[in-house]
């Protein structure tokens, strides 16, 4: 990689396996700019996904048009933690893209969280939720968890694992 020191910081675990805390103390303590998917989208298109292929076109969307700013600050020397899914080896496509198109150093970091204990913090995190509202049930959690894929090897990530139990 070139002499910049920026890294591209980028987050992958379940649903509710504690990837958003993390990315908050991460991007404190590295000093980066921190950019949350579920604010950014939140905001950009309230109320308006509600099933999984809102999710899907809302998102990639958010990740075409952040993309040349991610880039540029990375270029200019500024770390960036992206609160931002790597679930899936596609996900992570788009991660690849960003740091390797601004020359600069990246962590994957894995939350590896059991089910179980995903299930219960996304229950403690939707208590104070409206009753249906979305991504709070365990139907949904494993709606969703079925698309999980755990990084690979032949991925070639640099991959901070942190194993939560």
């Known amino acids: 990689m070139s002499g910049n020191c920026a890294t ?16 908050k103390v991460l991007a404190q303590a590295k000093h980066a700019v921190l950019l949350v998917q579920d604010d950014l989208l939140a905001a950009l298109y309230p109320g308006e996904i509600l099933i999984i292929p809102d999710f899907v076109k809302y998102s990639a969307r958010l990740r075409e048009a952040l993309t040349p700013h991610i880039t540029a600050l990375l270029k200019q020397g500024v770390s960036v933690v992206l609160d931002f899914p790597g679930n899936t080896r596609i996900q992570r496509q788009w991660f690849r893209a960003l740091f390797e198109g601004a020359n600069v150093e990246h962590e994957l970091h894995f939350i590896d969280t059991p089910d179980e204990l995903c299930k219960r913090q996304l229950k403690q995190r939707s208590a104070a939720l ?35 139990r």
């Open 8 to 23: 591209l910081y980028f987050m992958c675990g379940k649903m509710a396996a504690g990837k958003s805390t993390h990315a």
């Open 130 to 164: 409206p009753a249906g509202s979305a991504w709070t049930t365990d139907a949904e959690f494993e709606a969703i968890t079925v698309y999980f894929q755990a990084p690979a090897e032949d991925e070639n990530f640099r991959v901070v694992l942190h194993e939560r």
